[in-house]
């Protein structure tokens, strides 16, 4: 597998209610958010009365046929596509999660991470609970059918002040579909109309695809249930001020969504800009790391007056798997996905723009690959700050030690890196990009986690197991394939 | 799909303890199982920290590769092949089933029934427990997880009082495996060994291929208990009356395994002989409908001496699926499996052997295309009693309206069968023939169900919703594939 | 792979003329043919402008589905199984192979073995002929290119001329599909009806399936066009003594068959008769081999008056591959297939009968597996003569050597597989058997091969290399798998 | 299947000769040029005694695994991607193409179109020859293996007489490999080293992965043979004019790859400055339809001091198939590849730069896209001429009657696509952009076809059935898969 260094997001929900096509638009939905996941994918349907499932390691394109389209009965859906952090990537943690309890079925689609999750767990099973899978959102399952609470808004909102978290969620029973958002809306999680039927999604490119009106966005703290009788809004108490996740902005959400209402491109081109007012260098070209840096790196050039060029061309066919040579070649795991054009870069001081740097070891491949193409000077920038610590909100991070801006002074990370001169966008810079001062989270950058992580620290080791990065083990149960 | 009218085995399982190829000889054992399920095989196994799961539908040869039997690590393991009856046949449902509760995780494969599982569902959903399958096997693990004993032998104990049904339980957890069977001892489960492994078998014949030595029988109400320190057996109390599944003697068991200590393949002769003595007829030629009818075909002919032919002729190539021809051919559905051979049976009296009669439907193609192959005489012979009553102990059975014998005449039948005459072994022959007077449940034949269904029925319509035929639906999730 | 130590047939051909159910009668028909070929199959069907293939590696089942029969339009068809032998198993190889001349397109199905097939190859190529596969049939599509007689018919005779060995061939045009058989008749090739359209099969029992009703068999010498006109028949000069395959009759079709006017199932029974009173010895029981000594076994018992029984149970479960265990297991290879009944055996003095002995491999590792399930005496019976030499003509046998017949003594052979005593039917004996003297090939008993195989011998190495068994290399292409 | 309006390249092929590595750098390689096919790809390789062939329908990364590249042996090896255009894309078609003639083994791999192929196919025909493919490449093998010149060099010289088109042919015997270009070089091949062996490809960008260094050309007209005695070339006589086909630089090639000698980036960004010369327009933005249109519009801002933005955004997810829904959403062919960003357009005046227009329906959809989304003027330009008639050298475009502006002046094509205004580079400017005046094939935007279509013409109604547009037929033989 080809790994990119850069932290990953973790899942895209998307859910329709009231639609002659639930499955094939949830479908359509999923696809566009693909880049949010693309390891496993699902879409549970119902028709008021049964509901009906599919689901399946790798994309969107590969789980779901036209045939098991057809069979997805009904006119509501919700779907899920995955990265996977806190549970393996397992079949059994494929979402949506569907169960049965004494309220009925229900079936659930989760982005985000619950940070007392393993508390919760804990108290469940010394409570006589068995879990089956790994994943947060069998906890939340068994909460709602412990809770005696006969109507369902009240349980939800009674299970809902358990979670600590980061949490966008979809839950839909035979009769309504719940939109919810943890009180700081940390995730995105956005509204819609499409005909009769209302539609909820991770981000608006979902709605562009199916010809969706965006309408707005669920609130932080929001509880939508979704039904016959249309809207109904219910709000978590006390507000909170929001922290919305600022690497939305900075990687994860595709350039043509509004994300937190807020463009994405437009918040990317404006740091490029700020990144060229904190860090010039005189250069003769400005070249993107394609994808992520390309949008910043527009906005950088435009800003400098130095001329923009893809000096670095990306191959779109490379897939998951590949076969790598036995003898080395030079900078191979780099090449399957990029190739400088040495007529660009032949004599050129370059300026190479990056959305972040996570761990170093692919930005000093790409340095030392650009430099052998024949630039004379590497100027690397960075549209974001230093990432100094990891999410604890559902986004797949290395652990602390592995991130290189942990430990390491820039001129540190400059010498790793081995280019000319290396800056990076400062968090003041970032803010200001996003208009977002006091409304976003920005911990990865400044270690200020909004939801306070402590109680689960009392807990002990199992916390820092868990949630201290993509290796840890949660699970004791190994599903075994071909 | 080429239906069999025939009772259905719904399952198999296997397990081993502390041999260094653990899952192999799973694997093996299955293989040798797969006549008692075809539909999923599963196997789990243990190094005594972790499990690994490996499962899927289809059959054993086809669910594991050299790969993924590699990868099932640790020195016990346990395995399942299934039917399907109680449950949709659905990947959630594929057995063993594993689950992680304050005691640990642990992993169960069930041959058997519960009456009471439904009522038990619905007790532990009003406490608060939710379901991700529709296997009885779920309904065992929630009680277990909800047992606050705190030593598992007792806890074991303490759920078991709460089963009432047919089990034969394999449960391994991370120190001990179980091998349980219910009191009245109702579906096979054998002891071996091999080596310095102990192995668990639902039929010896599992044994012959791995080269294991069959020590005993686990008992009626015993639970025994393999761990390190070798075996320890507890019984339940009070003690009953055995009542071992005749049927299995009359067509599910191999005929090279052992299984309620008596030889399957000396049974079926002996049926056949006893049914000759009962039901005699002048005839050139004794006729087996293969391969179900050929053990006690040869009892038969022994016994009255005449002779023995294949004049029907199994294609042992017949797959699962069948694509079939749009036209009408004659006796397309029976003949794919079976070809009568004209130059055998052309003007000659012939007398059938079949161990059964189910639905009728297949028996009545059987005759007519053997009288079209020129039989001048066919008197059709089954060695066993007319079948009036379904199974509630777990094998899959029509409803009672379905089965032909319920409500018609054997002269009757013979009519629906267009055969010259008709004759059934007595309850009494087939009983003496296993040397089974008072220890053997013919409920199927004689409706005295042993272990009482009563209570259950009390619950109302649930029951008879879900226990009395293969229609029933048990669950409002649907699994969808490709 | 579990290896049956048994000559193999190579395959079998079906073809249809004039039917709306061309292609889905020609699967039928080669479901009913699967014994004589496993490894791969094939269909090609026309519309009378059009062809339509569709094939693939492994059974009839596995490679058409309902859509693929649904897109091999039209109202003719031919198909092929084969298990392979002058070519490897390969794709390029799988029949029917269809080319374009300027006659037009063209299709060939062939069960045989040309003995000068190298030979013609190799004029070919001398005349820049190129060849894609290593398949015999393709030499016979180059020797029709390029006969320049414009008559179809005449341009087939003309073509036959030149062939040297055993065909039965079916040849599809736009307009006609020919059956073809060589001079000796050596493999079978039957003509029946169905409905107003023509079928055509290697053996009857595929008549039997589809429904169609059996005419009579192609003759030795004979072409057979089947077009809109109904039949025409040309016939070889000059005619010659018949040599059918007695093998046929031995082992390799299906018992409900009529092969070479003969019923399969009988003339097995007379062997075993014959065999009894060759080689009568006092015993307990008759047991056979299953499947391939069951009917010889029925009437050696029937004509000694010893009690037949099934002492070895056949497992019909077990694939094509089989992952085996890592520790030795006692009789392992032979245990997957067979399990000795050890109620049965012990103590018993035992006649095992099976239809022939190749390398002798197999038949020890079941003589002592029945020796260690208790039996007292073990007396082996053949219902064949000894097998001392390979065939020519279409069937995959051993080199010489490998033959444990070719130099070894009877009492040698016993000695090797630890029988107590051994016989085997006299060729007399067998000939008797099938009212077959002065028509049968017997080579494989005999040496005395029908078709010479001198002129090709002249040839040299090549012919040696190529024909003298299973693991020659017919190519220097290699095709690879996943 | 998402249609591009786009014209498609038909195959990359790759050749490697002594290298340990040889089947996994041609795979490597391959995988470089994924984007000149996507069909099919195989690759044969050679240990100097057997060849080794592994193909099949599907990219690269599908095609081959680790296995199948470890058996893929030897240390020389050709491989092909192909997109299919003459041939259908079916398995038989599937190149690298093997066969065996008196010359022993060869195996061919083939970019480009021969014009005369069906008249030599015709007239080999006539001389006896059967066909099994479609493809141009079967003749080349037969012309050779009728060849009677017992040098192999003087034999390929003879047979390359007779083939008139365009072709760059990659041929591998047991001791050499020989890279061939015909005598206009129209489609691209390229020599390379790798440490002792030798490389060729069809672009550069293969030689970059495999870290390979570029050394020149295949000059056209040459033959170059590769073996143990190095590089041996030959020259086809007469020599004439070079005939590039320029739409290699304008849309085909990878931009990091050099073609003919040439920065394939360098080309297309000084078409987009020439256009912005020829065509200017005041506007707010230039819009590159990506991925075409990028490189042009860098040089189009850059030269008419306009800002560029991404104001479509291409999703790089989508792949081959995709489910449709079945209600009317708007612009939802285009908008699975492209989303407009609403936040960029809303209001401006916008350039949108595509490399060409085929038959106008996708740039239609893309421009009232890009309309709904809120620009308030469009005007479209083209970075080539108007494409007025089809190519005959290997490339897949649509008939002349589908080409837009093959009867359409440029104002009515504006009309079509709805643009506010519509301007294309010139023949000169483009000719300029690429310095090749006097050396490219550019009839599809002149009708200029530097090699005649005459003699083909002569033939008939079979040239244009054949070769004027992706939808004839060329084969009566269908393949059909599961």
């Known amino acids: 597998m080809i790994l990119d260094d850069k932290f990953q997001d973790e899942c895209g929900v998307f859910g329709i209610f009231n639609h002659e096509e639930a499955s094939r638009l949830t479908y359509l939905g999923l696809y566009s958010l693909q880049h949010r996941g693309q390891e496993s994918a699902g879409i549970v349907s119902s028709d008021g009365k049964e509901f009906y499932r599919a689901r399946g390691m790798g994309q969107v394109a590969d789980v779901f046929t036209g045939l098991t389209l057809e069979n ?6 919700i779907g899920h596509v995955r990265y996977s952090t806190t549970g393996e990537s397992i079949p059994s943690n494929v ?3 569907v169960s049965e309890c004494w309220r009925g079925p229900v079936t659930l689609a989760h982005n985000g991470n619950l940070v007392n999750a393993l508390k919760l767990k804990k108290e469940l099973e010394r409570d006589g609970a068995i879990f089956q899978s790994t994943s947060d959102t069998e906890v939340i399952l068994h ?3 412990r809770c005696p609470l006969s109507n369902r808004d009240e349980a939800i909102k009674e299970v809902l002040k358990q979670l600590r978290g980061a949490y966008s969620l979809l839950m839909l029973s035979s009769a309504a579909l719940y939109a919810i958002r943890d009180r700081h809306g940390v995730r995105p999680l956005c509204l819609g ?15 562009d695809l199916i010809g969706a009106e965006y309408i707005r966005d669920i609130k932080p703290g929001e509880i939508l249930r979704i039904d016959k009788n249309g809207l109904t809004s219910f709000h978590m108490k006390p507000e909170v001020k929001p922290a919305h996740c600022v690497f939305e902005h900075v990687y994860f959400s595709r350039p043509d969504s509004l994300v937190f209402e807020r463009s994405v491109n437009l918040m990317r081109r404006k740091m490029g800009i700020q990144l060229a ?3 010039h260098v005189d250069a003769d070209l400005v070249i993107p790391v394609p994808d992520s840096g390309v949008t910043a790196a527009l906005g950088y050039a435009e800003e400098s007056g130095t001329q923009f060029d893809f000096g670095l061309i990306r191959n779109h066919y490379v897939g998951r798997t590949f076969i790598e040579p036995k003898q080395s070649i030079r900078h191979f795991g780099v090449k399957v996905k990029l190739n400088p054009v040495k007529e660009i870069l032949k004599g050129k001081r370059v300026v190479l723009i990056d959305d972040s740097i996570v761990r170093g070891t692919t930005s000093k491949k790409i340095v030392q690959m650009v430099r052998s193409a024949g630039a004379s000077e590497i100027h690397f920038r960075v549209s974001s700050p230093p990432t100094v610590a990891p999410c604890m909100y559902g986004i797949d991070t290395p652990t602390s030690g592995e991130l290189i801006a942990s430990d390491k002074t820039i001129e540190e990370i400059r010498a790793f890196i081995t ?7 400062s968090l003041e810079g970032l803010l200001d990009s996003v208009d977002g001062q006091g409304k976003f989270c920005s911990a990865c950058f400044d270690k200020k986690y909004p939801i306070s992580i402590k109680s689960v620290d009392e807990q002990g080791r199992l916390f820092e197991d868990n949630r201290n990065g993509r290796k840890s083990k949660a699970s004791v149960i190994n599903e075994i394939y071909k």
């Open 419 to 425: 280019a000319d001169s290396l800056a990076y966008l």
């Open 95 to 97: 979402q949506p999660i």
């Open 277 to 279: 007012r904190e860090t």
């Open 193 to 207: 109309q499409s005909e009769d039927g209302y539609v909820v999604a991770s981000e608006t490119c979902a709605f």
């Open 72 to 77: 997805l009965k009904g006119k509501s859906a």
């Open 143 to 145: 909460l709602l059918a």
